[in-house]
């Protein structure tokens, strides 16, 4: 497989469109920007890449310590030889520098790119690469996207910047999130909605119940009181935009307080909902990542807990337009312990928390926002006799 390296250039500029009208699609052209906002945003979809020590003289190094990637299935190999990122696509090539984007300081990465990567399926990615400060025999650098393609575009009456990243890198846009998710790791390509005009893409929900501004990529788009469709040229020159009234269906956890984080193709949404609530919802599929239960007791003290949902075809809900969806969320909650015995007669023991999806409540129980000391436990022998009375352990 080969990877040529070509250095690319990135340009800087943003543009405006007016509000579509429903069922009327506009076109927004998009340019690369890359600065250090992007980058933390684009952390998310960043690849890992450790840099070890070697003693092999290779073509195109200068002398000194060499720090060279071992890492398999990338589409690159590196080096690090003092300040200076070296570069090659296989191993019969001579190593090319990559120039130095923003020089580190002790605290922040340096910077090095953009890159151009030829991609397995002959695409073509321009990436960046993150060498965080360190010394030592290892290095840790990450590889990603090299920016943002955005524009500016008018929705529900407002200018919004909205990106989109090769987070998969094989040189296309517009790589929508496809369920099931076998992990957690997304593997489609990022949309970046500047919900609150900072000029940033947070990752983080602006406010309980809002999108984050950093998603997997989807086809439609929550702004307000609208959806809008979105889909992008596949060398992500532009970004089609389309308002549409869709099919609506309902999603109704079990009988509790709950909050859920779920993707789709039709966007990532945060829901919060009271018990016997639900959330009206574009008909598709749903993947749920996370649920938080929420309960007051006769005191009126707050109690919460957070679980993660097991990744996979199980953990896929229809939404059926028109209808209403059961998602059994927090109404069984099973408690199991486990127990094995190692090589040297030491009982290993271990709690968990789950409901009937699949979620597993392992961060502990928060009352008014303290978790609680873990459990205690006490084992006994056949006769009763106590064996040992300890406690569990947050790990």
Known sequence: MRFPLVVAAGLLLVASLVSPAPGQQQEVELKRVSNMDTRLALMAAARPLTLSASRTSFPGLPGGDQLVSRIENQPVQLALVGDGLYARSKATERFAKVALLEAGDGRNPAVYGPLAIAAADGGQAEVEFLVLPGRGAHRLVRMMPAGFLQGTVELDGRRITIGVADASLNGRFGEVISLPMAS????????????????????????????????????????????????????????????????????????????????????????????????????????????????????????????????????????????????????????RVNASLAANRTLNMSYEVSDDFGTSYGNGVFRDGERLPAPKFTLVDASGKVLKADSFSYG
């Open 184 to 335: 957690r790791i997304v593997t489609s390509d990022l949309l970046g909605v500047d919900f609150d005009g900072n000029g940033k893409f947070s990752a983080r929900a602006l406010r309980p119940g809002a999108a984050p501004e950093l998603q997997p990529l989807c086809q439609l788009l929550s702004v307000g009181d609208g959806w809008y469709k979105l889909s992008f040229a596949a060398d992500g020159s532009k970004a089609m935009v389309e308002k549409v009234e869709p099919e609506m269906g309902q999603l109704k956890p079990a009988d509790v307080r709950a909050a859920l984080t779920v993707v789709s193709p039709n966007g990532m949404h945060q829901l919060i909902a009271g018990a016997g609530q639900g959330w009206s919802l574009p008909a598709g599929k749903y993947q749920p990542l996370t649920v938080t239960l929420a309960a007051r007791d006769d005191a009126g003290r707050a109690w919460t807990t957070t679980g993660m949902v097991s990744p996979g075809d199980a953990a896929v809900v229809d939404v059926v337009a028109g209808q209403e969806t059961a998602l059994p969320v927090g109404d069984v909650l099973t408690l």
